[in-house]
């Protein structure tokens, strides 16, 4: 390959969504995908498969004294670039996972120019959505909660909120994020209230954050859905995206003691907690 082919081509750029469920990071990706510099996607396994091989490359293994620390970078930085090689058209490329805001460190190890979204949501709402869902399948079970047939809807917000929960993981990994020391410069919180009240001001703060030029976006007409994964997990519309967005307004289907003892979570609207300055849209 020759030195002026390198130069024609720049290095793609990766950034990563992250947050809550049911908090917009598909919606997100779906409206990053109409800009076709841009390659976005619903939850990706690359971060689980990272994982994976830090886990083999670990103690875990009895030859893992073999492997440097410079070793571990270059396969994982490698995995990153590997897994997206088929999309070579893409100069920027947004995987998703809940799981970043967990490996905010690992992220400035492996790519240092890398910036991460966090997509939130009132707590409350969050688990109202997933209830949502639940109760659309009602001669079905979700993976979600085991398959187990035997659950209420007390049951089932525990089960999200257990900190090994869907939500409540999700949840504390973004805590993690916000007031961890890798916030500053790299991390944007984006509610979701922001995202469908007034896209055209979110995103146009997504892209100062990322550094990329304006693209006009048609928030009229958005197209995105994951049937046969939101079938494979018992959750059918867990990543269907509405083709218009637009704030819908309704009334809350959990029982009053569970939308209010997570009414007051939002811990990114109080100012106080903002230690790093993080960017909130």
């Known amino acids: 390959m020759s030195a002026a082919h390198d130069v024609a081509k720049p290095a793609r750029k990766f950034h990563f969504i992250s947050g809550l469920p049911r908090s917009g990071s598909t919606l997100l990706a779906a409206i990053l995908n109409q800009n076709p510099r841009f390659r976005a996607g619903m939850t990706s396994p690359l971060a689980d498969i990272m994982g994976a091989v ?22 994982l930085r490698g995995l990153v670039e590997s897994f997206y090689a088929g999309q070579a058209d893409a100069g920027v490329v947004f ?16 790519l240092p120019e890398a910036k991460v979204i ?17 109760r659309r399948q009602p001669v079905s079970v ?30 504390q990994a973004t805590k993690d994020a916000f007031y961890g020391q890798y916030a500053p410069g790299r991390l944007l919180v984006l509610t979701y209230e922001s995202l469908v009240r007034n896209p055209s001001a979110a ?24 049937d046969e994964f939101d079938a494979r997990v018992g959750m059918p519309g867990l990543h269907t995206v509405r083709p218009k967005i637009e704030p819908i307004e309704r009334t809350s289907i959990l029982p009053r003691e569970i ?8 811990f990114w609207m109080d100012p106080k907690n903002n230690v790093s300055q993080v960017p909130i849209v």
């Open 54 to 75: 830090m886990a083999e490359a670990s103690s875990k293994n009895d030859f893992s004294f073999d492997v440097s620390d410079e070793q571990r970078v270059a396969m």
């Open 95 to 110: 995987d998703t996972s809940r799981l970043w805001c967990s490996r905010m460190q690992l992220l400035d190890t492996l």
């Open 118 to 134: 966090a997509c939130v949501r009132q707590l409350s709402w969050v688990l109202d959505s997933m209830e949502r869902l639940v």
């Open 142 to 171: 979700s993976k979600v909660f085991r398959f187990d047939t035997n659950t209420t809807v007390y049951s089932r917000v525990e089960a999200l909120t257990d900190p090994r929960g869907m939500v409540g993981f999700a949840f």
């Open 203 to 226: 995103m146009r703060a997504v892209y100062q954050f990322i550094g990329e030029p304006w693209f006009e976006h048609d928030f009229d007409h958005i197209a995105y859905n994951a």
């Open 259 to 266: 939308f209010a003892r997570f009414v007051n979570e939002a």
